[in-house]
């Protein structure tokens, strides 16, 4: 089933009130700052949540966890506790978050390849945002 762009649009940017609609949620899960990173990460292999930090950088252990959980309930992300001593917690993409993984490493290629190009345009904008507060 096809959606126009038109009709996606619409329904991701719908918002009634305070509550949002799903669909806008979801992306906003996926396209997080850690969102992003933890699914880019797990595409590789699943990990501990202490390696998993490692591998990130400088994200806080609640943001990690509240991340974790978020990805968890949207079904992305399968948390598999073991009963051991020390408790072991490994991470992993469920078949759905794999497929959103794979979508967001799409765009981080992207933006790999066109970084050159995004740096032109933000000088092109600085020296043209620099010379109109001059006047």
């Avoid at 126009?4 to 009634?16: C, G, P, Y």
């Avoid at 990173?37 to 609640?62: M, N, T, W």
């Avoid at 979508?103 to 790999?112: K, N, P, S």
Wanted: glycine share 6%; hydrophobic share 40%; net charge neutral.
């Amino acid at each position: 089933m096809s959606v126009s762009t038109e009709n996606l649009l619409s329904e991701v940017m719908t918002a009634q009130g305070e509550a949002m609609c799903p669909h806008r949620l979801v992306l906003e899960h996926v396209t997080s700052r850690w969102g992003v990173l933890v699914l880019l990460q797990l595409l590789d292999r699943p990990y501990r949540f202490s390696e998993l930090r490692r591998a990130i950088g400088r994200v806080s252990e609640k943001m990690l966890t509240q991340t974790l959980q978020t990805l968890e309930r949207d079904g992305l992300i399968h948390r598999d506790a073991k009963p051991v001593i020390p408790p072991r917690v490994d991470y992993s993409l469920t078949d759905l978050g794999h497929e959103a993984a794979e979508q967001v490493r799409g765009l981080a290629e992207w933006t790999a390849r066109r970084m050159d190009a995004v740096q032109e345009a933000r000088e092109r904008y600085d020296a043209r945002k620099a010379g109109s507060e001059r006047r």
